[in-house]
Structures are given as structure tokens and as C-alpha cells.
């Protein structure tokens, strides 16, 4: 495969259409021809995971953050771009994934969810406007002795499909009016004269890919020489996609008996606690990484408990003044459980590619105590 099917793997994976408009995804570093043989995934590209993958003879990194976040406007050996240039002359692409992941069913949100045994977690913000197929309502004024014709038409080049339906639409009537001037052929009328006519207001459901030849077909079909018809673009709401997860626990539990959990699936070595450590925990909310402006979401909701990477000093001071429980793991931290899953579902996608999870990714935060500085 190369380098810019990655693009098709990552979208089965976690749509980039997923991902926040202030982030930067897909592929930021490489040659999108070359072809690939050898994958590193990480959460963050440092100059010791570039030396890895170097060693490793990989061919392309699919990182959790980006590479590059702001844009650029030089290139060095040294400095902050050390890197990018490194990769670069080594030929190593960079493919990332960041809140993609983040916002996808079953991605690092929802395992934090699961870790913590919430059930039907729902988002908490930050929401995209997504779906998985981009769909038009296409609504036209036909007459009606012409509707037949006109709905065969549109269906027959690819509308009105849903689910396991087909020749779906929907038919009003009422009246049409028109005064066709200088230099116009009306079907119905003559010129100068105004008309009304009964007509059905048609509409039916469009897939994006198909919408163009829908409209060709129907105006091919319609008596009129100016049909009249609308197009909207359809937004699906069962499903809504954003960051965080919020909801109650399947079985509630107490705080301490939760720490030891995420702690044995994330393998922190320790946890930032803010609010009360004794308390049970009925309803509670996760936020991968930093999710600061979603603290007030959680406490407006009225969780017992938010887990989260990190929060700034007066965030905490907001939590702790309004009951709230934190739980805050690091920020990579609370990503890192994520790569094992996505391994495996990058390597059920590429097969004939080796995929590894790099070694040298770590946390920059260790856990030391004071005597053992002394």
C-alpha cells in the first residue's frame, strides 16, 4: 500500500471528519506515493520515537497528536523544528489522528467510559457537524399529471434509498403560479398571462455522491422549462458526535475502588486528586487530554466524578468549590491505553504491513518522591 492509503484506513477507523476544526489531521509529514511496508503508531513524535523508527526501518509513523500543530515558516536542522526536518531527510511520513479518535464510537473517550463502567455514555461538547454519509433532501413542484414520470426518474439514478427501503418520498399538493414573459416556451400557459396550476410539492432523499445526476435526471424528466426545486443539506441527529463522554455508572462505586481500576488499564503510576476521595459515585464523566472548558459542562450536569488528563490550577479550584470529584491521570496518560486497540484495528486493515507500537513514546511527567530526590 502507500502512503495515502492511510487516509482510507484511518477513515474506517476514526472518520477525520470527526475531528475538531482547531486540530490538525491526516498526513502532515511524507510523500503520499511512497509505498509503505513497516508502521510505528504513537501518541506524540519526539525525537526519540524518529530515532525508533529510524532503527526500526518504518516507513510511516500514524501518531495521536500532530506533528506540527501551527503553521510553518522554516524548516531547521535545530531548534523546535528538529524534528519535522529529521523526518524528512529520513523519508518517514507522519500520519495523525488526534480528536478523531477522541470523538469516534469506541475510541479514547469511550474506553475511559468503559474503564470507569459507565453506561450509555453520551458526548459532553465541543460537538461536529458529521455524518457518515452526507445526504440532500431534494424537494421540486411538479404537475401532477407529470409526478410519475418525474419520481421514476430521480429514483431510478439513486434517490429515495433508506435502509432496506427504496422509492422513498413524500407528496403534498396545492397550487403553482407563474407569468411566463418575453422570450419563455412555457408546457402549460402562454405568454403574459399568469397561471395557476396544481401541482405536488415531491421530495425524496438524496446521497451526496448522487445528487447531481438526481437533479440532471429530474429536470430531464420535468414538462417544465424552469422547474422549481430546492436542495437541503440533511444533518443526521440519532447520532452526535463530540468530545467527552458523560453518564451513570452501571453499578456504582466508590472512588477508590475506581482509581485502582483506571489505574491497572492505563497503567498510571499516579492520580491527581481533587474533591472528595471517600465519596460513592453514581453518575460520572471522562475527557481524554485537556478538556478544561468541558469541566463546566460535567459540573452543570451534576456528576459525582470527572476523569480527565489535566486541569489548570483555577479549573481544579471550579471543581473542588462545586462538589466535583477529579481524577486527573497526566495527559498522555490518559490517551496512551488507546494505541493496543488501534493497533490491532490498523492490523486487521493492512495485513501484508508490520505494525508496531513504538517503544520510546512515553510520558514526559514521572512520579518521584522527596526522599528519594534527597
Known amino acids: 500500500m502507500k502512503v495515502k492509503d492511510m487516509a482510507g484506513v484511518v477513515e474506517q477507523i476514526a472518520p477525520l471528519g470527526l475531528a475538531q476544526s482547531w486540530d490538525n489531521v491526516g498526513l ?4 503520499p506515493e511512497r509505498r509503505i511496508q513497516n508502521v510505528l503508531l504513537t501518541i506524540d513524535v ?30 531547521l536542522a535545530d531548534g523546535p523544528t528538529q524534528v519535522v526536518h529529521d523526518l524528512i531527510r529520513s523519508n518517514i511520513a507522519v500520519f495523525s489522528i488526534h480528536t478523531a479518535l477522541d470523538a469516534v464510537v469506541g475510541g479514547v ?22 455524518s457518515p454519509q452526507e445526504n440532500y433532501k431534494l424537494v421540486v413542484f411538479v404537475p401532477v399529471d407529470a409526478l410519475d414520470k418525474v419520481a421514476n426518474a430521480v429514483f431510478a439514478t439513486g434517490a ?10 413524500f407528496g403534498t399538493d396545492g397550487t403553482g403560479t407563474f407569468l411566463p414573459l418575453e422570450g419563455a416556451h412555457p408546457a402549460i400557459g402562454k405568454r403574459g398571462r399568469r397561471e395557476a396550476v396544481h401541482e405536488m410539492r415531491f421530495e425524496t432523499i438524496v446521497p451526496a455522491e448522487k445528487l447531481d445526476a438526481v437533479v440532471a435526471a429530474m429536470k430531464q424528466a420535468h414538462p417544465y422549462e424552469m422547474p422549481a426545486f430546492d436542495i437541503f443539506r440533511l444533518f443526521g441527529y440519532g447520532s452526535r458526535f463530540g468530545l467527552g463522554r458523560i453518564g451513570p455508572l452501571g453499578k456504582p462505586a466508590k472512588v477508590a475502588r475506581l482509581i485502582e481500576r483506571v489505574k491497572k488499564q492505563t497503567g498510571a503510576k499516579a492520580v491527581g486528586l481533587v474533591g472528595d476521595s471517600k465519596r460513592l459515585v453514581r453518575t460520572a464523566a471522562v ?4 478538556c478544561g472548558t468541558i469541566l463546566h459542562t460535567v459540573i452543570a450536569n451534576r456528576a459525582d466524578l470527572y476523569l480527565t488528563g489535566e486541569l489548570k490550577h483555577h479549573e481544579a479550584l471550579a471543581a473542588q468549590e462545586a462538589g466535583l470529584t477529579c481524577l486527573c491521570l497526566s495527559h498522555t496518560v490518559s490517551e496512551r491505553f488507546v494505541l493496543k ?19 520510546k513514546d512515553a510520558d514526559p511527567f514521572t512520579s518521584v518522591s522527596y526522599t528519594h530526590l534527597r
Open 287 to 290: 475527557c481524554a487530554g485537556t
Open 28 to 31: 502532515l509529514v511524507g510523500d
Open 109 to 130: 473517550n469511550d474506553g475511559l467510559a468503559e474503564m470507569l463502567g459507565i453506561v450509555d455514555a453520551r458526548p459532553l461538547g465541543d460537538y461536529v457537524e458529521y
Open 341 to 359: 486497540k488501534l493497533a490491532r484495528q490498523v492490523k486487521d486493515r493492512i495485513k501484508p504491513v508490520a505494525v508496531r507500537i513504538s517503544k
Open 160 to 169: 429515495g434509498a433508506m435502509g432496506n427501503y427504496r422509492d422513498c418520498g
Open 46 to 75: 519526539t525525537k526519540a520515537v524518529v530515532a525508533e523508527a529510524k532503527a526500526l526501518k518504518k516507513d510511516l509513523i500514524l501518531s495521536y497528536h500532530p506533528v506540527i500543530w501551527d503553521g510553518l515558516k522554516r524548516v
